[in-house]
């Protein structure tokens, strides 16, 4: 399921970036751009593109959350209260910069990470599967792991066949187009599938 691709994303990719700015804390600037491009980077390919935005924006949203809660509740406050509009102010200006800074490092590494997200999908019926599922969760047909069914196939399982159509089916002669490697029927001049035509 897409929804759990991106929680994976948005969680290894947030344990990572958190690992990795703790590591490269040494170097002051330098250390956290390289562990946010790289947890930006196993976000996105883990979670696609989507991961990636929610890791950028997660951290400078929930703290703007939690200054906000904090900044109506000093309000109260005499001489503290005068002041919350200032200081809300420059929190905001302050969040804004974080999220934009995250957004163009993460933002990097997600792009980058999200061209090599392949989620796996059904060849029948294109539905999300688990990697490796013997069984469709969605059409209950059996997939061979490393086999991709040819299209014949695939349009024969989504249209199902009569008892003629059938035996029709099982009767025809075929052969390899030698182009795309499909089966087709014998004496054909053009291969259905990838348009070429045959050899006599």
Known sequence: ???????????????????????????????????????????????????????????????????????????????????????????????????LINLIFVGIGGYIGSKEYKPEACPYCGARIRKGALICSSCGRELKPGVRPSRVEIISEKRPLTEEKKEEKFITPTQECPFCGERIPVGIEICPICKNRLPR
């Open 1 to 99: 399921m897409r929804l759990l691709d991106v929680l994976a994303g948005l969680i290894v990719g947030g344990i990572v970036w958190g690992i990795l700015s703790f590591l490269l804390s040494f170097i002051p600037i330098l250390g956290w751009v390289i562990a946010a491009i790289i947890g930006g980077y196993i976000a996105g390919r883990l979670g696609g593109g989507a991961a990636a935005l929610i890791l950028a924006l997660f951290s400078p949203i929930l703290t703007a959350v939690i200054a906000g809660a904090l900044l109506s509740f000093i309000r109260g406050f005499p001489i503290i209260g005068a002041i919350t509009p200032i200081i809300g102010a420059i929190f905001g200006a302050f969040t804004i910069i974080w999220a």
